[in-house]
């Protein structure tokens, strides 16, 4: 079977709600991570055979097709480039790779982008469920699904704190793990450890022009006190907005090429792509599908989880990397080394392609050879995705 090979990779450094990228529009966000793969890799538009870009909440500036948008308003793309927009709740844009990775192990294309944005300062998170809901034009839930799930609102809030009780971690253990976040997060930036992946935005402030180039969710002096104290969302509940992911706006890209693209475009890929996974659970409990299925990708991979050498788990809410940190019996030294999402923000459809970014250039900083990544996702879904650094 042809292999698929990572050959750029990049995100946009995230931005808090209502924060430095709240400006954005988010389909000129989502084209100049677009464009930056085609810069760097210096690949002609008429190379690229697809776009497939994740977003989850796809209304409003985000709505009429925004992968499609995205590539018109690209500068390094043009009219002639197809592209799809996709719906894996928070796995959208790890989706895109893995189809993305399919079209070329396939055989059926060379050369795909995938890709992801969300301005959560923009559009909303819910907002196209709640809208619709508010001007009477129906509920997501049908009666059919209501009579299996009788009385169940979907909640990744409560899927967490089910998560937390299931595994017995206390508010301490959640703060603590979010605090290793935000020190990692930080040290990581004071090292430029992102400097390979981050696509400078330029933004207007009261000061004039700036580029945005540095994750704006990170607390270079969080404290545990300062965590610690943070509202609990549920009165009799573990987590706060301290220990969950940040709301956050951003995009991001991978290029996706086959064998025969390197050789024809004189292309250097930064890493293979080793093993493809996507599994389903629990809807209710919801976030905990990243533990089971990785024990499955590793099997199909032949591996041992000892045989990793980076970990992403998106740090959705602190009790979803510590349940699989528990269930895998992972290294926790090798878990999300340059923070996770509760430092960097979750731009929900860009997280996808955002954590490859990350784990593939912090793989070949470090001199590692694989890496393992997956995230929770909206009705009981996860995906995995292994690389092999080259």
């Known amino acids: 079977m042809p292999e698929a090979y ?10 808090k709600r209502g924060g430095r990228l709240a400006g954005v529009h988010p389909v000129d966000l989502a084209a100049q991570s677009l464009d930056a793969v ?10 690229v055979e697809d776009v497939i870009m994740g977003c989850v909440s796809q209304g409003g500036e985000q709505a009429m097709q925004v992968g499609r948008n995205a590539v018109l308003a690209a500068r390094h793309l043009g009219e002639k480039v197809p592209a799809v927009t996709i719906d894996r709740q928070c796995g959208s844009s790890q989706q895109a790779i893995q189809f993305a990775a399919q079209a070329v192990m ?18 909303p998170m819910g907002s196209t469920a709640m809208f619709h809901m508010k001007e009477g034009l129906g509920h997501y839930k049908s009666p059919g699904l209501e009579e299996r799930y009788p009385g169940i609102q979907w909640s990744q809030f409560a899927g967490a704190e089910a998560i937390a009780r299931k595994h017995d971690f206390s508010k301490d253990q959640l ?9 990692r997060a930080a040290a990581a930036t004071e090292a430029g450890a992102f400097a390979d992946e981050i696509v400078p935005i330029e933004i207007e402030t009261l000061e004039g022009a700036q580029q945005h180039t540095v994750d704006e969710g990170i607390r270079f002096d969080a404290t545990l006190d300062g965590i610690a104290g943070v509202k609990l969302l549920s009165p009799e509940g573990r987590i706060t907005a301290a220990t969950s992911s940040q709301i956050c706006d951003g995009s991001s890209a991978v290029l996706v090429v086959s064998e025969r693209a ?23 409990i919801m976030l905990e599908e ?10 199909r991979a032949g591996m041992r989880i000892e045989d990793i050498d980076l970990y992403e788990v998106n740090e959705a809410f602190a009790p979803v990397p510590l349940a699989w940190l528990k269930h895998t019996g992972a290294d926790p030294d090798k878990l999300n080394v340059n923070g996770g999402a509760i ?12 954590l490859m970014a990350t784990l593939v250039h912090a793989l070949r900083a470090r001199g590692k050879r694989y890496g393992l990544q997956t995230m929770c996702e909206g009705g009981g879904v996860a995906n995995v995705t292994i690389v092999e650094a080259l």
């Open 343 to 354: 430092a960097l923000g979750h731009p929900l459809g860009a997280s996808g392609t955002k």
């Open 38 to 47: 085609m810069a760097r890799s210096g690949l002609a538009a008429d190379a």
């Open 262 to 284: 390197l050789k024809e475009h004189g292309l250097t890929p930064l890493a293979r792509i080793h093993n493809l996974t996507v599994t389903a659970g629990d809807p209710v």
């Open 290 to 299: 990243p533990l089971f299925a990785t024990d499955r990708a590793l099997q």
């Open 106 to 123: 396939s055989g059926t294309q060379d050369v795909v982008i995938a890709a992801g944005v969300e301005s959560m300062s923009r559009v």
């Open 175 to 183: 703060d603590r793990f979010a605090l290793e976040s935000h020190r």
């Open 6 to 15: 990572i050959v750029e990779a990049v995100r946009t450094a995230g931005g």
